[in-house]
Nanobody, 120 residues
Framework: QVQLVESGGGLVQPGGSLRLSCAAS????????MSWYRQAPGKERELVAV???????NYADSVKGRFTISRDNAKNTVYLQMNSLKPEDTAVYFC??????????????WGQGTQVTVSS
């Protein structure tokens, strides 16, 4: 059974930091591209950060220089270190796993989400 379980969300003041974790099970984690998405109330879900199986990363412009995505294949876990948080970072953050583009058929999985609230 595939599971993606996020943790680490919460309430933080502007300028603060949080580290999100996503523990994966039920699939070959090291082979998958892992991402973090977020969805704020009334807005569409948006991509925040991506890390490939090879460790290449990419970020949304809005979080570049503040957020860092990383993975530990030995622990089947992907992380999102969030620094210098802003109120506009408030959202539910989702973990997402997908097979690389060259793998057919495509397989993809979502976590249940974790709430991040940035407020004074």
């Amino acid at each position: 059974q595939v599971q993606l379980v996020e943790s680490g969300g919460g309430l933080v003041q502007p300028g603060g930091s949080l580290r999100l974790s996503c523990a994966a099970s039920g699939f070959t984690f090291s082979s998958y591209t892992m991402s973090w998405y977020r969805q704020a109330p009334g807005k569409e879900r948006e991509l925040v950060a991506v890390i490939t199986s090879a460790g290449s990363t990419n970020y949304a412009d809005s979080v570049k220089g503040r957020f860092t995505i990383s993975r530990d294949n030995a622990k089947n876990t992907v992380y999102l270190q969030m620094n210098s948080l802003k109120p506009e970072d408030t959202a539910v953050y989702f973990c997402y796993a997908v097979t690389p583009r060259y793998v057919v058929p495509k397989r993809n999985y979502w976590g249940q989400g974790t709430q991040v609230t940035v407020s004074s």
